[in-house]
């Protein structure tokens, strides 16, 4: 089961690195007529961006899943796991503001067409992600029984064909993970017609404010918005730099358990409670067994901006429970937590357990440190 996460993971993580690299670089130039921007309507992709917008103001699950990916995946993505994404829709991890539902769309411009290796990686990852989910609902597996089952016997299943394609290429980026043609070895079942960057200005308390999103065309279903860039669509202007650093927050973490996958399927002993962090002198309760510097390197591969962040992270029993960082030398040092504006509460069996901060609270990136140091202990 790791090593299938693991696989799906580097997939996703390799997509986000790779979000708004725009159309120079691409190995797949011979598909760059079919998602040629001549395609592109603004009002198609304004129109995409407001039923996105309405469905998160509603906090409506299944129509958010059913605007950010495929409509089949999406489908099975609900069937499957409809439950828990609509508990955690209410939880502190997903935090809508409250200017949300009247947030207006100025304007969507199209700025330049998406690189063509990142929409193949999409693919590929969409693809990938509909062959868990179809053996799933064929075999009827949930994702409990699946992360129970023996690793060896995933391995002999059409999943484990898929895990393993990972571990045959070393990558330092999307381009060199695209060149290598591991990924052609996975059966495209989504088709990207069209894909593209585009300068989103939304008002809201008053307030214009601009960000850069890519939107895709699946083929038969029209314009999505891409699933990954969720979190910067919610909060706007008045929390838009809040719900971005919070994003990179999630995005670190997700990263750091990718790592943690892959050392203990090597084998080293990532057991125990402790803390790394961008500042070594703050690394806490690391077993000698752990080589930081390894862990980090492994980190970075799956998320290439980790050098521009100060951070810290708390390990327990081999998984990331906590996560805070900051932009470095920023002049508005906005914290973002992975739970979403949380604080370390206590650790109880292996979990680093939260309580939500307070809106009117703020808490410094070594205020949140010392609090997780001393509940290490």
Not at 28 to 37: H, L, Q
Request: with cysteine; charged share 30%.
């Amino acid at each position: 089961m790791k090593k299938l996460l693991s696989a799906l993971t580097a997939l996703l993580c390799v997509s986000a690195v790779f979000t708004g690299c725009g159309k120079d670089g691409s190995s797949k130039d011979e598909a760059s007529d079919k998602k040629s921007s001549s395609k592109i309507s603004e009002d198609d992709l304004k129109d995409a961006l407001e039923d996105l917008v309405d469905a998160a103001a509603e906090k409506d699950v299944e129509k958010i899943v059913s605007f950010m990916m495929p409509d089949d995946l999406s489908k099975d993505i609900m069937d499957l796991f409809g439950n828990e994404l609509n508990g955690l829709m209410e939880s502190e991890d997903i935090d809508i503001s409250e200017t949300a539902p009247d947030a207006e769309i100025i304007s969507v411009k199209k700025t330049e067409d998406m690189n063509e290796d990142y929409v193949y990686i999409l693919e590929k990852a969409f693809s990938y992600a509909k062959t868990v989910t179809d053996y799933m609902k064929e075999n009827d597996i949930s994702f409990e029984d699946l992360y129970s089952m023996e690793e060896e016997d995933i391995m002999e299943t059409p999943l484990g064909e898929i895990a393993e394609l990972m571990e045959d290429v070393e990558f330092d980026s999307p381009e060199e993970l695209v060149d290598s043609g591991i990924l052609d070895k996975i059966e495209t079942t989504v088709t990207i017609e069209a894909a593209c960057m585009a300068e989103v200005t939304i008002k809201a308390d008053g307030e214009e404010d601009s960000m850069e999103l890519p939107f895709y065309n699946i083929k038969g279903e029209g314009w999505n918005c891409e699933m990954i860039l969720y979190p910067y669509m919610i909060g706007y202007v008045a929390k838009s730099k809040a719900a971005a650093a919070n994003s990179t927050a999630h995005s670190l973490s997700n990263a750091v358990n990718a790592a943690l996958t892959e050392l203990d399927e090597e084998g080293y002993d990532i057991s125990g409670s402790f803390i790394i962090s961008s500042d070594e002198s703050q690394n806490y309760n690391v077993s000698s067994e752990i080589d930081t510097e390894d862990l980090i390197g492994r980190t970075r591969e799956y998320f290439e901006d980790i050098d521009t962040l100060d951070y810290f992270v708390v390990i327990t029993d081999g998984m990331c429970s906590y996560t805070a960082c900051q932009e470095k030398d920023s002049e508005e040092n906005y914290v973002g937590t992975k739970p979403t504006s949380s604080i370390p509460s206590s650790i109880d069996n292996g979990y680093v357990e939260t309580e939500d901060m307070d809106e009117d609270e703020e808490y410094t990136l070594q205020e949140l440190y010392d609090i997780a140091k001393e509940l290490i202990g």
